[in-house]
């Protein structure tokens, strides 16, 4: 259907509408998919992060461990120092053996935990020693990632200097065009796959790629003007 209310210019900034769309959308398909270099690295980083977080957690927590014990030794140690004072001026025979029993059943519980440090000294300087390798790894991982985004901010400097020079010309062919027919356009590329202006050409809609009727086809061949397409509804122009 044609509206006689809008103007062959109206048309011609339809078209340079959509081809600013066009290439845009051309251009950040590019920069999608040389963004997607870093996607592996990027993916390895996370894993390395998330590894370092665990390795950090596990170790803050054996060292709290290792902490308790330490607290826990001193008092049994401050126990058996009191246990042994008393055994010095006790008379009761009954007594002194509670206590004698006490100070061996405490340092024997000293030696068995002076043991578990031992051992855990060994792990903790193991979890240590895995955190660095982990950082290092990680650093390693964040260098490339760098490196890799560096790369490709300079890479698509001109395709980033285009897309920003088309929308500012975007915003000025904008102003040219009807609002009530600019608010279609707007629709129309959110529902046609950001194609809402395409030729036609020996009858044949170029967005759906159907014949329209030949009248049709004669009057935009003819008259320009607004018409849609009756299958894709896309706004039509002549190729010619």
Not at 73 to 90: G, M, P
Not at 177 to 184: A, C, N, R, S, Y
């Amino acid at each position: 259907m044609r509206n006689l209310n809008v103007t062959q210019e109206h048309i011609v900034a339809l078209k340079r509408l959509q081809e600013i769309e066009t290439e845009t959308a051309r251009i950040e398909k590019k920069l999608e998919g040389v963004g997607a270099k870093t996607s592996v690295q990027g993916k390895r980083l996370k894993e390395l992060e998330s590894e370092l977080e665990a390795a950090r957690e596990e170790l803050t927590g054996e060292k709290k461990r290792y902490a308790a014990i330490e607290e826990e030794i001193a008092e049994l140690n401050t126990r058996v120092t009191k246990s042994q004072e008393y055994l010095r001026v006790v008379t009761n025979n009954k007594d002194y053996q509670v206590l004698r029993r006490e100070v061996d059943d405490n340092t024997k519980r000293v030696g068995e935990l002076e043991e578990v440090l031992i051992t855990m000294m060994d792990e903790l300087e193991d979890r240590e020693k895995k955190m660095a390798e982990i950082n290092e790894a990680h650093d390693s991982e964040a260098d490339k990632v760098k490196s890799i985004e560096e790369e490709i901010y300079n890479e698509t400097a001109e395709e980033r200097e285009s897309i920003e020079n088309m929308a500012s010309e975007r915003v000025e062919v904008a102003k040219s065009v009807p609002p009530g027919l600019l608010d279609h356009y707007e629709k129309l590329l959110k529902t046609t796959g950001r194609l809402a202006v395409v030729a036609v050409a020996a009858g044949t809609c170029y967005g759906c790629f159907m014949n329209i009727p030949p009248q049709q086809a004669i009057e935009i061949e003819r008259d320009g003007g607004l018409h849609y397409c009756p299958r894709c509804h896309r706004i039509l122009y002549s190729k010619n």
